[in-house]
């Protein structure tokens, strides 16, 4: 079965520092990837999505940006936070068989 | 472009009472359309979607949706509701004649189940 792996859980950074936040999918090959932001525990904010290694679409221009140096790992990363990038960030999954995306666990970012 | 409305922030029911949240949506072309429920702190899980054939679906937990495409809704229902069911739901859609996958999320609706 398909399992993904988001890391770290929290993660408590200050205003202008780097950012890296990782996301794994076992048990597919070529999935889909997604990173989401969630604000203030509501709506979803679809912010890259990849169809491929190094394939990467930027939904909205901001302060960060995505990778995929390999088939199943998708890392969102930033030179320097701002207040404003803290969130619950979602890495989500599909492929081309399925319509559905799945979700993992999620990382709490928060920036001081 | 696609959209997805959830017209209440909130829903309160008490446990063993129906259920529903409500869902409508907005495509240019066949719409594929999807429910999710979000824990506090957790990522969201897959309850049900629609994509083609019967109007009602049936998905996890005992969580059913009914496809209206004159009224462009796709309503969550439970005959009887559970206190575990309290959380965030969420609508989303994708256009089916879009090339890719990208789906359109509402702004969810917080179910709270009384005992």
């Known amino acids: 079965s398909q399992t993904i792996h988001q890391w770290p859980a929290t993660l408590v950074q200050p205003v202008g520092s780097p950012l890296s936040l990782e996301c794994t999918v076992e048990g597919t090959s070529n999935p889909n990837l997604y990173w989401y932001r969630q604000a203030a525990g509501r709506g979803l904010q679809l912010l890259f999505y990849?169809?491929?290694?190094?394939?990467i679409s930027s939904e909205v221009p901001q302060n960060l940006s995505a990778s995929r140096p390999q088939d199943r790992q998708f890392i969102l990363s930033s030179k320097k936070l701002l207040l404003s990038d803290s969130g619950f960030y979602l890495c989500?999954?599909?492929?081309?068989?399925?319509?559905?995306?799945?979700f993992g666990p999620g990382t709490r970012l928060t920036v001081l | 472009a696609q959209s997805v409305a959830q017209p209440e922030d909130q829903v309160k029911v008490a446990e063993g009472n129906p259920l529903t949240v409500k869902c409508t949506y907005s495509?240019?072309?066949?719409?594929?359309l999807f429910w999710y429920v979000q824990y506090p702190n957790r990522g969201l899980q897959f309850l049900l979607k629609y994509i083609t054939g019967d109007n009602l679906v049936k998905g996890s937990y005992g969580f059913e949706a009914e496809f209206n495409k004159s009224q462009t809704s796709f309503h969550l229902k439970k005959p009887s509701a559970l206190v575990s069911d309290s959380a965030l739901y969420f609508c989303?859609?994708?256009?089916?004649?879009?090339?890719?996958?990208?789906?359109?999320f509402g702004t969810g609706t917080r179910l709270l189940v009384s005992p």
């Open positions: 989303a859609v994708r256009d089916s004649s879009t090339g890719f996958q990208k789906l359109v």
């Open positions: 495509v240019s072309g066949n719409p594929y």
């Open positions: 990849s169809v491929g290694i190094g394939q």
């Open positions: 989500a999954w599909s492929t081309s068989l399925t319509d559905t995306q799945y």
